[in-house]
């Protein structure tokens, strides 16, 4: 399994970004799929998931201001960040459980700047 995120930066408050992250190695279509971030200092916090059938959930932090997508053609999953705030400043991960095993791919940094 390979999962590789990209499409982070250097945002003001209120600005958008497109996170990627390009999938590999496993049936990508079966399985459920995830963002997680990390800000510094604190635990991984799940914020999105999207499930096989393309429906969604979030975290009540980001719920109304990211949206979570998928392409199961492309094997690519998708976060649209809009109104971004300070506080979520992270680095990004896409997350998906295979075998069993929670596989991360390299993070994307997203920082927001007030």
């Known amino acids: 399994v390979q999962l590789q995120a990209f499409g982070g930066g250097l945002v003001q408050a209120g600005g958008s970004l497109r996170l990627s992250c390009a999938a590999s190695?496993?049936?990508?279509?079966?399985?459920?799929m995830s963002w997680v971030r990390q800000a510094p200092g604190k635990e991984r916090e799940l914020i999105a998931t999207v499930s096989r059938r393309h429906s969604t959930n979030y975290d009540a932090s980001v719920e109304g201001r990211f949206t979570i997508s998928r392409d199961n053609d492309k094997n690519m999953v998708y976060l649209q960040m809009n109104n971004i705030k300070p506080e979520d400043t992270a680095v990004h991960y896409c997350?998906?459980?295979?075998?069993?095993?929670?596989?991360w791919g390299q993070g994307t940094q997203v920082t927001v700047s007030s």
């Open positions: 190695g496993f049936a990508f279509s079966n399985y459920p």
């Open positions: 997350n998906t459980y295979v075998g069993f095993e929670s596989h």
